[in-house]
């Protein structure tokens, strides 16, 4: 059962946006009780940080992106969103939708979309 569906991602030229969106099945309950965040992988590196925003709201950046993204959720919806402007080339990369509870627990992936920013 896919639990975390990404949409949104496809080719733009640097300095341009786009924003991802995640949805949330109904399989995972509280969802308005987890932190909610995006992560990305580029080819040949491993999985990193870029965001996450608690059920308070509260936002966190990875130092690349600070600045340039803003990761926002809308819990009736069961959806989080990660706007990307001032897109760069070394932004390329499979991004990816997670899930937890504040404590770690239950965590949830994505199957990732993909973000190529060239000219």
């Known amino acids: 059962q896919v639990e975390l569906v990404e949409s949104g991602g496809g080719l733009v030229q640097p300095g341009g946006s786009l924003r991802l969106s995640c949805e949330v099945s109904?399989?995972?309950?509280?969802?308005?009780?987890?932190?909610m965040g995006w992560y990305r992988q580029a080819p040949g590196k491993q999985r990193e940080f870029v965001a996450a925003?608690?059920?308070?709201?509260?936002?966190d950046y990875s130092d690349s992106v600070k600045g340039r993204f803003t990761i926002s959720r809308d819990n009736a919806k069961r959806m989080v969103y990660l706007q990307m402007n001032s897109l760069k080339h070394e932004d390329t990369a499979v991004y990816y939708c997670?899930?937890?509870?504040?404590?770690?627990?239950?965590?949830?992936w994505g199957q990732g979309t993909q973000v190529t920013v060239s000219s």
């Open positions: 997670n899930t937890h509870t504040p404590q770690g627990e239950n965590d949830r």
């Open positions: 109904e399989s995972i309950p509280s969802l308005h009780m987890y932190v």
């Open positions: 925003i608690t059920a308070r709201d509260y936002a």
